[in-house]
C-alpha cells in the first residue's frame, strides 16, 4: 500500500518536473527568438538611416564640385536674417530639383509664400526611427564658429586642415532636438556635449554621424568632451581622442 501510495507520488512529482522543464524551455526559446527580432528591425531601421546620411554626404559632395565649395549652414537676406538652410540648398543632388524649383528662395522658409513645399518634408531627412512632425527632421549640421557648414559664408575641401575623416559635418540629433526641415536651425557642440543616459536617442547609445569625407560613423553618447569639440572643428588641430 505504501509502496503504491509512493510510486503514485513520484509519478505525479515527476509529471510537475516535466511541466516545469516544458515552461522553462518556452521561457528560453522566447527569450532567445523575440530579442533578434526586435534588434533586427532596429538595426534595418538604423541603417535605413545611415543610408540616408551617406546620401546627404554624395549631395554635398557634389555641391561642392559643382560650386567649389560646401553650402553655408543657411542663407541670409541683405540684412543678414537667416532664410533657407543647407537642407534646401542641396535638394537639386538629392533628385529633388522639382521640389527645390517650387521655393521661392528671396523669402525666408516661414513665408506664406513656401507654407506648401514646408509641410513637403522629402523622405531622406526622415530617421525611421523617430517619432516626431511630418515636417520635422533629425539631421542636422554642425554649426559653429570653426565647422564645416558656416553661418552665411562657405568653406571649401582645402581649408578642412584637420581632414575630413576627423571632422563631423552633419548628425542625427536626438529626436527631442528635431527642427522643421527647411529651416535655418541645426545642431553645436553644445547639444553633443549635453547627451548623457537620459538623452532620448533614436539608436540605442548614441548618435550616428556624417563625417566630411562622406563615410557615416556611430558615436557613443560616453566619448569624451575633448573629443566631441576637436570632431565638430575644422582647422583647430586637435589630437583626437578614440571614436
Avoid at 133 to 160: H, K, M
Wanted: hydrophobic letters at 40%; a negative charge.
Amino acid at each position: 500500500m505504501l509502496s503504491d501510495q509512493s510510486s503514485s507520488a513520484h509519478r505525479r512529482g515527476f509529471t510537475l518536473v516535466e511541466f516545469l522543464v516544458v515552461l522553462a524551455i518556452i521561457a528560453v526559446l522566447v527569450a532567445l527568438l523575440l530579442p533578434p527580432a526586435t534588434r533586427g528591425r532596429g538595426g534595418a531601421r538604423r541603417s535605413q538611416c545611415k543610408n540616408n546620411l551617406k546620401q546627404i554626404g554624395l549631395a554635398l559632395h557634389n555641391y561642392h564640385d559643382k560650386y567649389q565649395s560646401f553650402p553655408p549652414a543657411y542663407t541670409v537676406d541683405d540684412a543678414g536674417r537667416p532664410l533657407h538652410s543647407w537642407r534646401v540648398l542641396i535638394l537639386p543632388f538629392m533628385d529633388s530639383q522639382t521640389l527645390y524649383d517650387q521655393i521661392d528662395l528671396s523669402k525666408p522658409w516661414n513665408d506664406p509664400v513656401n507654407a506648401t513645399v514646408a509641410a513637403k518634408r522629402p523622405s531622406f531627412y526622415a530617421c525611421p526611427s523617430t517619432d516626431i512632425a511630418a515636417d520635422q527632421t533629425t539631421y542636422q549640421a554642425i554649426v559653429e564658429a570653426d565647422s564645416v557648414l558656416l553661418a552665411g559664408q562657405s568653406r571649401t575641401f582645402a581649408s578642412i586642415t584637420d581632414g575630413t575623416s576627423n571632422t563631423l559635418v552633419v548628425i542625427d540629433a536626438p529626436q527631442t532636438n528635431a527642427v522643421h526641415w527647411m529651416s535655418p536651425h541645426d545642431a553645436n557642440g553644445k547639444l553633443l556635449l549635453g547627451m548623457n543616459d537620459q538623452t532620448d536617442f533614436q539608436h540605442t547609445g548614441g548618435i550616428q554621424g556624417l563625417m566630411t569625407d562622406g563615410s557615416v560613423r556611430f558615436f557613443s553618447q560616453n566619448l569624451s568632451d575633448e573629443t566631441w569639440t576637436g570632431l565638430c572643428t575644422a582647422t583647430s588641430g586637435e589630437v583626437l581622442g578614440e571614436f
